[in-house]
C-alpha cells in the first residue's frame, strides 16, 4: 500500500495523477469513493486522467419521429485531452466499447488517508 | 530532436493564424485594407465577412486540450516540435479551411498575399525546419498562379497547398492548369487537403446532425472527388514532373478508389484519352499523409492497403495538430510490419526527397 494524499486533497470530480514506481496513476474522487486508474490512454498515451471529469452523457431510443433526449446519467467519465476518448472512471472501461480499458488499480481510505494498493 | 534516431518531419500542421495576425500585410492603398481591419477589431470577426472557423487555439470541441502552446507565434511552433519531437515541420494555414465558403471574390487572394508575407516575415524560418505552403487561391487560378511564381524560390516555401472541400468544379478541370503548370515550372508539390469537416462547412450533402458524420466522411468526399477528377482528366500526364500529396484524408479509401476507377477505366477509357495507363497506376505514383491514421481491430489490415497503394515510400507522417484527431508518431513508430528503413522514410525521407529540404 502506498499512501497517496489526505481524503481532503481531491474533491468530489477531481483527480490527482501520482507517480508510484515509474508509472503515472490518477486517482479520481466521485461522490466520497475513491478510484484509480493508469494515466495512460489507450489510443495515443494520451495523459487521460488529467481529462475532464463528467457525468456520461445518455439517450434512449424515441418515439416515433421524435430526436431523443439527451440526459447526464449517473456514470462519471474522464475525457482523454488529447482526442476525447472517454472512459468510466468506476471500471476503466471505454465508453463507447467496453473491450477497450484502462487498467484499474485499488484504493483504500482509512483515517481519512487514500492508499493505493499497487 | 528526432525519435529513436529517426529524423521526424511532420507534413501537416496547422499553423492557427488568424485574420488580426495577417492585416498588417495589405497595403494601406488597397481597399480590401478596411475591409480586413473592420473584420478583425478586438479578433471578433463578422460572419458577414469572413465565416467562424475555430477558437485561437484550433481546438474545436469541448474537452480536447493538450498542452499550454499559443500555436500563433513562432515561440509556440518552436515548443511544439520540442515537444513532440519534429525536426522538421511543414505548416498549414488555418484559415484556408474557410476556403470552400468564400465564394467567388478576392477574399481567397487578398487573404493567401497576405498570409504569405505575414508567415514569411513572422513565422516560416527553413534554418530551423518551419516550412510553409501556399494557401492557393482557387477561385481565381491566373492570379494563384502569379503568388506561385512570386514565392516559389523561398526557401521555406515548399508546397502550394489546395483545400479540397466542395471545389467545383474539381481540380481536375482545366481552368486550373495555370496552378499546376506555375507549380510544375517552380518544382513544387501541389497538396490536396480535404476539410468538409463539421456541419456547417460540409456542403456535398445536406441533412447530417452530427460531427461524427460529417467529420468521417468530410474529407473523404473532398479528396475522392479530387483524386477521381484530376486522374481522369489526366492532370499527372499534362504535368509529368509534378507531385500530388494528398493530405489529412487516412488510408483506406486509396485502395477503394484505385480499384473502382481501374474498373471504370477498363470499360470506359474512351473517356480519358489523356491516361496512358490504368488510374490506379496514377494512384500509386502520388503521396499521402498518413493522418488520421485509422484504428483497426488487427494492424495486418493497415499492412495491406499500405503494400496495395504502392508501399510506404507512399507515405509522409502528419500530425494534423492541433486538431482534435492529430496524430503523434507513435502511429508509425510502433507499426511492427514496417522496417526500420520503412519507418525512417514515412517519419522524414519520403517528404524531404519530395519537398527538397
Sequence with gaps: MIEVCKVEEIEHGESKVIKVKGVEVGIFNIEGKFYALLNSCQ????????????????????????????YFTDDYVVICPWHGWTYDIRTGKHAGDPGIGIPTYKVLVEDQTVYLDV | MAIGGKTIFDTDAHYVETLYDIVDYIDDDDPWKLK???????????????????????????????????????????????EMSFDKILLLSEQILTFAMLEEDKRQTKFAEAYIQYMLDKIADAD????????????????????????????????????????????????????????????????????????????WVSG????????????????????????????????????????????????????????????????????????SEYMKEFYYGTQPMEIVPDKKYLQYVIEMIGGPERLMYASDY??????????????????????????????????GV
Design chain 1, 43 to 70: 489510443h495515443q498515451r494520451g495523459p487521460v486522467c488529467t481529462g475532464d471529469i463528467r457525468r456520461l452523457v445518455g439517450g434512449d431510443v424515441p418515439p416515433l419521429g421524435r430526436l431523443p433526449d439527451e
Design chain 2, 36 to 82: 480586413f481591419e473592420y473584420g478583425t477589431k478586438e479578433r471578433s470577426v463578422p460572419i458577414s465577412f469572413w465565416p467562424s472557423l475555430s477558437r485561437p487555439d484550433g481546438f474545436n470541441y469541448p474537452s480536447i486540450k493538450r498542452r499550454d502552446i499559443d500555436f500563433n507565434t513562432k515561440e509556440g511552433v518552436v515548443q511544439l516540435m520540442e
Design chain 2, 128 to 203: 530551423e525546419g518551419m516550412y510553409m505552403s501556399i494557401p492557393v487561391p482557387y477561385n481565381d487560378p491566373v492570379k494563384a498562379a502569379e503568388l506561385i511564381d512570386e514565392y516559389a524560390d523561398e526557401k521555406a516555401v515548399i508546397g502550394a497547398c489546395v483545400l479540397t472541400a466542395r471545389i467545383q468544379p474539381p481540380m481536375g478541370h482545366r481552368k486550373y492548369d495555370p496552378i499546376y503548370d506555375a507549380c510544375q515550372r517552380a518544382d513544387l508539390p501541389v497538396l490536396f487537403h480535404g476539410g468538409s469537416a463539421t456541419l456547417d462547412n460540409f456542403k
Design chain 2, 208 to 279: 447530417f446532425t452530427t460531427i461524427m458524420e460529417t467529420h468521417a466522411l468530410g474529407f473523404l468526399f473532398d479528396n475522392m472527388t479530387t483524386i477521381a477528377n484530376v486522374v481522369s482528366q489526366g492532370v499527372p500526364e499534362k504535368f509529368p514532373k509534378l507531385n500530388f500529396v494528398f493530405q489529412e484524408t487516412g488510408l483506406f479509401w486509396i485502395p477503394m478508389m484505385m480499384y473502382r476507377m481501374d474498373m471504370e477505366y477498363l470499360r470506359m477509357q474512351d473517356e480519358a484519352v489523356l491516361l496512358r495507363k490504368r488510374p
Design chain 2, 322 to 355: 492541433p486538431h482534435e484527431d492529430f496524430d503523434d508518431p507513435s502511429v508509425i513508430t510502433e507499426l511492427t510490419f514496417l522496417t526500420e528503413e520503412e519507418k525512417v522514410g514515412i517519419l522524414a525521407k519520403n517528404a524531404e526527397d519530395v519537398f
